[in-house]
């Protein structure tokens, strides 16, 4: 989960490399790549020896769900020991692999690959191989636990209903975290996210910065991925809006054609107001599903007045007042009441955009007024319907 496993995992795999004459790369269960390890006198590091499969591996740190299906298809989760998987130049493995899987326990955690080639490697090299798989499962447990504790203390933050139980959470949480506790940290928040179990998303540590991740319930769906990711600086959220994006691709395979996106909150240093953090990223992925144009991706310093309508109540958008012109059959005045109010009352631009003439425009906003009893030179009747328009998209 955290860098402090990743020199670890990189000894451990340089040794496997040694032992077999060959680079070995260390993969999780997800096929994410951990660590590399180069071996100087064996022909595989030549670039043009390496197949597609190979490649996207090294270099995107992933492999594809249809790859991973592919090599799966070899009994990969179920085996204690090497599985030799043959070329399939059609699925874009030009040359073969041997597999080593990691367990722990009877448990699959990962997997340990490298090319085969003529002889390949001897079996009791093999075997040398498997007993460092099993350090390397070991420390694939350990970091697995390491991070579901900060799962469960990330959630615990989250979904404190008082304070003192928010300031408990957060205790815990900066002394999992050490040092880390006190650098510039912000919020992600993915939704709605499809995968009721957090181990279904990426390993935070494919993505720079990250640093826990929870599934917590969402007030306006059945529930949000909620990542916590360090900054470099509070001026630079590049991380987050990275790991945002690669959230977003995963929870769109399996959205079923839902819309899904995601909000960053405001960087800030320590975790003393990670729930305010967490609100303000909630607030943003919100506005970004309810104003596309602010999507996918929404900062919660650009959403403008859904920073304020986001904490309304649910039921701010139905005031009496509107009740009728935000009924189906009004559908088409409700849009050019809200554009009119974009357009700053302005007629000749708020034609413009919806297409149609300036007189077709004043008895569409005659109606509005007739059927909300509002006064639309009126400023304070103005901005109730304003807001009451962009609340219903909430």
Known sequence: MTSDYKGDYQELVDEISEL????????????????FGAYDDEGDLDPSSLDPVRTRSILTRRSTAAVRAWFEGFGITRATGPVRIPPAPEAGVHRGRVCLPVRHRGVVLGYVWLLDGDPGPTERQLAAAMRVTDRIGALLADEAQHGADLTRELRAVLTAERDWQRDMAVAELRAALGARADLPHTMVCVAPWPY?????????RTMPGATALCVVPSPTSAR???????????ETPAPAVSAATRLLEQARASAAGDAVAAGIAPARTGLAELGEAWHQASAAARAALAEP??????????????????ALSPRAAHDPAVRTLLAPAHQELARTAEVYLDCAGQATRTAGRLGIHRQTLYYRLSRVEQLTGLDLDDGEDRLLLHMALKARRL
């Open 20 to 35: 077999l004459g060959a680079p070995a790369t260390l993969e999780n269960r997800h096929f994410e790549l951990i660590a």
């Open 293 to 310: 144009r602010l999507g996918p991706v929404a900062e919660w310093a650009s959403i403008g007045p859904f920073r304020m309508l986001t």
């Open 196 to 204: 009721a179990d957090p181990q279904d998303a990426p390993s935070v």
């Open 224 to 234: 949000s991925l909620a990542l916590l990711v360090r900054l470099r600086s509070a």
